[in-house]
């Protein structure tokens, strides 16, 4: 213990390379400094989004998916507005709630009516009129077989965002949406990122 730190250190370095210089005569093979034996994560890169589901590389989005499964309709359907989401998951919620809409219920079409901004609400002159335009005007997206997401565009000066989103049917119809979000100012949802507006392109 009464051992200086630089002595200690001189010990295991003669031992290094001497083992060094003695492994070619026991025939022992010595691995290339340039190989690793830790396999590297891959790096993410810029490619289009997938067909299906969000992209990583944008933003982390959990386990919201459409599927056919109850229980992820159940909980897809349960869902509310909040302030933790970004909006591109605000987007994905209400694309993957329409997906799986049940044409007798609704529920589908409901979660996509409570992410809408209040102004957007306001812009009909009730919820049934909102069934019947998404029904009529936007059936693409409730009969979507896959969904492709482009990149969020941001606007933090105005607190909106903008994302395109193709969609394709099974009958091989392909239609694009510009999907406008923007974060609210009021109460109760002050903070919260929801729908003003969703355009064909």
């Not at 359907?77 to 809409?101: F, K, M, W």
């Not at 609400?121 to 029904?135: K, N």
């Amino acid at each position: 213990m009464s051992r200086s730190r630089h002595g200690l250190a001189v010990v295991p370095l003669v031992i290094l390379l001497v083992t060094a210089g003695c492994s070619q005569f026991v025939g022992s093979e010595t691995r290339p400094a340039s190989e690793s034996a830790v396999t590297p994560a891959p790096v993410p890169t810029m490619t289009a989004a997938e067909p299906n589901g969000p992209s990583p590389q944008y933003e982390y989005w959990g386990s919201i998916t459409a599927t056919s499964d109850e229980r992820d309709r159940t909980r897809l359907y349960s869902l509310e507005p909040n302030c933790d989401r970004p909006p591109g998951l605000v987007i994905h919620i209400q694309v993957s709630a329409l997906r799986t809409d049940d044409p007798d219920t609704h529920e589908g079409i409901n979660t996509t009516w409570r992410f809408a901004a209040p102004s957007n609400r306001g812009s009909f002159q009730s919820y049934e009129s909102f069934i019947d335009v998404l029904t009529e005007e936007y059936r693409p997206l409730l009969d979507a077989e896959s969904v492709t997401y482009g990149p969020i565009e941001r606007d933090s000066a105005r607190g909106t965002a903008r994302r395109n989103v193709t969609v394709r049917t099974s009958n091989g119809t392909v239609q694009r949406y510009r999907w406008i979000v923007e974060k609210q100012t009021t109460v109760p949802y002050e903070g919260c990122w929801m729908t003003t507006g969703v355009v064909e392109t």
